[in-house]
C-alpha cells in the first residue's frame, strides 16, 4: 500500500498542485538544458519533457491528487500508445497500480458524513488501513456485529466537485507542456471522460450495475460478484460481500487446462458483455478480477466505468468484425467509417493503416488454430502501429469516445490472456456469440468445459 496523503478537496487546492507541477516540469527543463548545452549537446524541447524526472514527477503529482486528474493519466497511459510518447506511457504505469491511501482523519470524515455519528458501533471490526486505493476511492475491510465480512469503498472527499475542473487543467497542462500531440482533437474525449467520471462517482450508480451484472450472471457457476449491502450503500460509500479470492494473475501458476478455462471464461464475458448485453465493464485493471480456486469462480468487482451500448452500435461493431474475418478491404472500408474510424477527407496511407490495424487486431479470431496468447507479440505490433500513425504520421483522428473505451477493454483482455499464457479456439468463440446475439443473454458458447471437469 502506498503512503498516506490527504486529498485536496477544494479548487483552488487542486489548481495549485497543478501549477507546482508546471513549475516543476519547467524547472527542470531549464536545467537539464543548461546542463546538456555546457557539455557542449544540442537538447531537443521534446526530450527534455520526456526526461524521467519530469514524468515521474506528473505521475507522483497525479497519484497524490487522485480523482480525474489520476484517471486522465491512467487513460493515457494504456499499453496500446494511442496518445503519448511510450517514455510517458512507462511512468503513468504506476497510476494503475494503485494510489496514495486517505488518512484515517478524511477516512473518518466521510463515513460520518454517509452513516452518521456512531456508525461504528455497527461493526464488530472495521479496518482503516485500505486494502486498495485507486483514483476514486479505497476498499476497507469491516465485519458486522453478525460475522458478515464486507468490503466497503469509500469515496475520496471533494472528489466528484473536482471532475470537470480537474480534467481541464490536467489536459491543459499536458498541452502547455507539449506532452500530446498537437494533431489530437481532445474535446470529445474530455467530455466523454467527465460523464464517465461523474457516473463512476456515483456509487448509487455503481451499486446498480452491480445488480445488472448478476442477474445476468446467474445461474453460471463459473462466475461470481458481490452481494450488495443496500443499508450500508450510498453516493460516497459502496458496501458490498467481502469475496475471498486470490489476485487473477495466481491462474498463472496453476495446469494449462484450467488456465485455459479461465481464459475462456474471460474471452466469452467480454464478448457477451459488448455484443449480447450491450453492458459493458470498461476499466481492464487485473485487480477487477479474482479467482477462488476452491470452488472455480471468476470473481468479478468494481463496477463503476461500466458503460452501455445501444442495439445500433453494437450492430455496426458485429458489421466490423464480421468484415475483418471475412470481407474485402471495401466490406471493411464500409464497416471501419460506419463505426467511425474513417472519414472522408482521410488520406489515403492512413486509410490503408486502419485497415491493416484492424485485421491485426481480429488476428486471433483469424488463426487457423487455437490462439497461444503466451507465445505472440501481438500486442507489442499492435502498439507500433498505432504509434506510428499517430506520432509518426501525425494523424490526429480519434475514434468515437466509446468506440475508445472498447480499446481499452480489448487492449486489458489481451494482456490478461496473454499473461496466463491461454491458448483459445478464439474463432469459434467469436462465431459463437455473433451467431446467436440475438437471444438475451447468448447461450453458452461452444469450446467451453466445465470446471469440474478438469484437474487444477
Given amino acids: 500500500?502506498?503512503?498516506?496523503?490527504?486529498?485536496?478537496?477544494?479548487?483552488?487546492?487542486?489548481?495549485?498542485?497543478?501549477?507546482?507541477?508546471?513549475?516543476?516540469?519547467?524547472?527542470?527543463?531549464?536545467s537539464e538544458g543548461a546542463r546538456q548545452l555546457s557539455q557542449g549537446q544540442r537538447p531537443a524541447l521534446g526530450d527534455l519533457l520526456i526526461a524521467p524526472d519530469n514524468v515521474a514527477r506528473l505521475a507522483e503529482r497525479l497519484s497524490e491528487m487522485r480523482g480525474a486528474a489520476m484517471k486522465l493519466g491512467q487513460l493515457l497511459s494504456m499499453e496500446s500508445g494511442e496518445l503519448i510518447p511510450p517514455e510517458l506511457t512507462q511512468a503513468l504505469a504506476r497510476l494503475r497500480e494503485g494510489a496514495h491511501a486517505m488518512p484515517l482523519g478524511q477516512v473518518a470524515q466521510v463515513l460520518n458524513a454517509a452513516w452518521g455519528e456512531g456508525w461504528e458501533r455497527r461493526f464488530r471490526r472495521f479496518s482503516f488501513t485500505p486494502m486498495a486505493a485507486a483514483s476514486i476511492g479505497q476498499?476497507?475491510?469491516?465485519?458486522?456485529?453478525?460475522?458478515?465480512?464486507?468490503?466497503?469503498?469509500?469515496?475520496?472527499?471533494?472528489?466528484?466537485?473536482?471532475?470537470?475542473?480537474?480534467?481541464?487543467?490536467?489536459?491543459?497542462?499536458?498541452?502547455?507542456?507539449n506532452l500530446l500531440p498537437r494533431a489530437i482533437d481532445l474535446a470529445p474525449l474530455l467530455q466523454e471522460a467527465k460523464l464517465q467520471l461523474h457516473a463512476e462517482a456515483d456509487y448509487r450508480q455503481e451499486?446498480?450495475?452491480?445488480?445488472?451484472?448478476?442477474?445476468?450472471?446467474?445461474?453460471?457457476?463459473?462466475?461470481?460478484?458481490?452481494?450488495?449491502?443496500?443499508?450500508?450503500?450510498?453516493?460516497?460509500?459502496?458496501?458490498?460481500?467481502?469475496?475471498?479470492?486470490?489476485?487473477?494473475?495466481?491462474?498463472?501458476?496453476?495446469?494449462?487446462?484450467?488456465?485455459?478455462?479461465?481464459?475462456?471464461?474471460?474471452?466469452?464475458?467480454?464478448?457477451?458483455?459488448?455484443?449480447?448485453?450491450?453492458?459493458?465493464?470498461?476499466?481492464?485493471n487485473f485487480a477487477n478480477f479474482r479467482y477462488q480456486a476452491a470452488r472455480r469462480r471468476l470473481q468479478l468487482f468494481d463496477f463503476g466505468a461500466t458503460r452501455t451500448y445501444p442495439?445500433?452500435?453494437?450492430?455496426?461493431?458485429?458489421?466490423?468484425?464480421?468484415?475483418?474475418?471475412?470481407?474485402?478491404?471495401?466490406?471493411?472500408?464500409?464497416?471501419?467509417?460506419?463505426?467511425?474510424?474513417?472519414?472522408?477527407?482521410?488520406p489515403p496511407g492512413y486509410r490503408t493503416g486502419v485497415l491493416a490495424l484492424l485485421r491485426m487486431v481480429t488476428e486471433p479470431a483469424r488463426a487457423p488454430a487455437d490462439y497461444a496468447f503466451g507465445q505472440t507479440d501481438l500486442?507489442?505490433?499492435?502498439?507500433d502501429m498505432v504509434i506510428g500513425l499517430r506520432l509518426r504520421e501525425g494523424y490526429g483522428r480519434l475514434p468515437p469516445p466509446e468506440v475508445l473505451l472498447l480499446h481499452r477493454k480489448l487492449g486489458g483482455l489481451y494482456l490478461l490472456l496473454s499473461r496466463l499464457r491461454a491458448t483459445l479456439p478464439v474463432g469459434r468463440l467469436l462465431s459463437g456469440v455473433l451467431e446467436d446475439h440475438h437471444t438475451r443473454p447468448c447461450r453458452r458458447m461452444p469450446g467451453w468445459t466445465s470446471p469440474t471437469s478438469s484437474t487444477p
Fill in 139 to 177: 476498499v476497507h475491510h469491516a465485519e458486522l456485529k453478525d460475522g458478515t465480512r464486507l468490503a466497503v469503498k469509500i469515496q475520496y472527499p471533494g472528489i466528484r466537485r473536482s471532475i470537470d475542473s480537474d480534467l481541464d487543467n490536467v489536459a491543459t497542462l499536458l498541452r502547455l507542456v
Fill in 311 to 346: 442495439g445500433e452500435r453494437r450492430a455496426t461493431l458485429r458489421d466490423l468484425v464480421r468484415a475483418t474475418l471475412d470481407g474485402d478491404d471495401a466490406d471493411l472500408l464500409r464497416a471501419a467509417e460506419a463505426v467511425g474510424y474513417l472519414g472522408e477527407g482521410d
Fill in 207 to 284: 451499486a446498480a450495475h452491480l445488480q445488472r451484472f448478476a442477474e445476468r450472471l446467474h445461474g453460471d457457476p463459473r462466475f461470481e460478484v458481490p452481494a450488495l449491502v443496500e443499508e450500508l450503500t450510498t453516493p460516497e460509500v459502496l458496501a458490498t460481500g467481502f469475496l475471498d479470492g486470490e489476485p487473477i494473475e495466481t491462474v498463472a501458476e496453476l495446469a494449462a487446462p484450467v488456465r485455459d478455462e479461465v481464459a475462456a471464461a474471460l474471452l466469452e464475458l467480454a464478448l457477451k458483455e459488448v455484443f449480447c448485453w450491450g453492458l459493458v465493464q470498461t476499466d481492464p
Fill in 1 to 30: 500500500m502506498e503512503s498516506q496523503r490527504p486529498v485536496p478537496q477544494s479548487r483552488l487546492g487542486r489548481l495549485v498542485q497543478l501549477g507546482r507541477l508546471a513549475g516543476g516540469i519547467a524547472g527542470n527543463v531549464l
Fill in 379 to 383: 500486442a507489442r505490433r499492435m502498439s
